[in-house]
C-alpha cells in the first residue's frame, strides 16, 4: 500500500513539473489577425530600392563593395578605391548589385537597433507563412511574424553584439491587419502595431509599429 502511495506521489510531481515546464516555454501569444479587402495607407515605400548590404558607388562612380566581400575583389581596385578596367567584368560577376525593393516602413523602441528597409517572408509545406526582418552591421534585433490561418505568433529576436547575449522579447499585446486578396495572391500587405516584454530591463516599454508589403514566397 506504501508503494503505490509513493508511485503515486512522484507520479502527480512529475505532472505538475510537465505542466510548469511548459508553461515556462509556451512564451509566443497568438494574436488574431484583423482581415480587410483594401488595406489603406501609405505604401509607397514598396517602390523604392536599395543595393544590397556593403555595395556603394566610390568616388569614380563605379558600384564597389566595402565590408562583406571577397578577398580577391581586393585585389582588383587600386589604392584609392578605383576598380581597374580590365578587372570589372570580374568584379561585378562576384558582387551582387541587384535592386533590392523595400519592404518594411516602421518604427521602434529596441535595443542595438538603426533600422532596415526589408523583411521576407516564406510559406512551409504545412502553410505557416514566416517572415523576420533584416539584420545589418548596426541593427541587431529582428522581428518575427508567423501567420497561421487567422493568427499569428509575434516576437523579437535580439541578438547583441555588446554583450547582452541572446534574447527573446515577447509580445505582450498588439494588433495586426492585413490585406485579405494581396495575401491570396501572395503578397503581405499589412499594418502592425506590436509591444512587447523586456526582459532585460523591464521599466522600459518596446514596441513596434508600421507597415509591410512583401512578396510570399514559396519554399
Not at 482581415?35 to 509607397?44: A, H, I, M, Q, V
Not at 533600422?115 to 507563412?129: C, L, P, W, Y
Not at 509575434?154 to 515577447?170: H, M
Request: glycine share 6%; hydrophobic share 35%.
Amino acid at each position: 500500500m506504501k508503494i503505490k502511495l509513493v508511485i503515486l506521489f512522484i507520479l502527480v510531481l512529475t505532472g505538475l513539473s510537465c505542466k510548469t515546464t511548459l508553461k515556462n516555454t509556451n512564451t509566443h501569444r497568438k494574436l488574431k489577425i484583423e482581415w480587410t479587402e483594401n488595406l489603406k495607407g501609405d505604401f509607397s515605400f514598396k517602390d523604392k530600392w536599395s543595393y544590397p548590404e556593403y555595395v556603394y558607388r566610390n568616388a569614380h562612380g563605379q558600384l564597389s563593395c566595402d565590408g562583406n566581400c571577397p578577398l580577391e575583389t581586393d585585389r582588383m581596385k587600386d589604392a584609392s578605391g578605383k576598380i581597374y578596367k580590365d578587372s570589372l567584368q570580374a568584379f561585378y560577376a562576384l558582387i551582387d548589385t541587384t535592386h533590392v525593393f523595400h519592404s518594411l516602413r516602421s518604427q521602434n523602441k529596441m535595443y542595438e537597433y538603426s533600422g532596415t528597409d526589408f523583411i521576407e517572408f516564406h510559406k512551409t509545406e504545412n502553410g505557416i507563412v514566416k517572415g523576420k526582418s533584416a539584420n545589418n552591421v548596426s541593427t541587431n534585433s529582428s522581428l518575427i511574424i508567423e501567420i497561421q490561418n487567422d493568427s499569428c505568433l509575434v516576437w523579437v529576436d535580439f541578438n547583441s553584439i555588446r554583450g547582452l547575449g541572446q534574447n527573446i522579447f515577447p509580445l505582450t499585446n498588439g494588433s495586426i491587419t492585413v490585406d485579405r486578396k494581396r495575401f491570396e495572391e501572395g503578397t503581405l500587405k499589412a499594418a502592425f502595431d506590436f509591444h512587447f516584454k523586456n526582459t532585460l530591463e523591464p521599466n522600459i516599454p518596446l514596441f513596434w509599429k508600421g507597415l509591410i508589403h512583401s512578396k510570399i514566397k514559396t519554399e
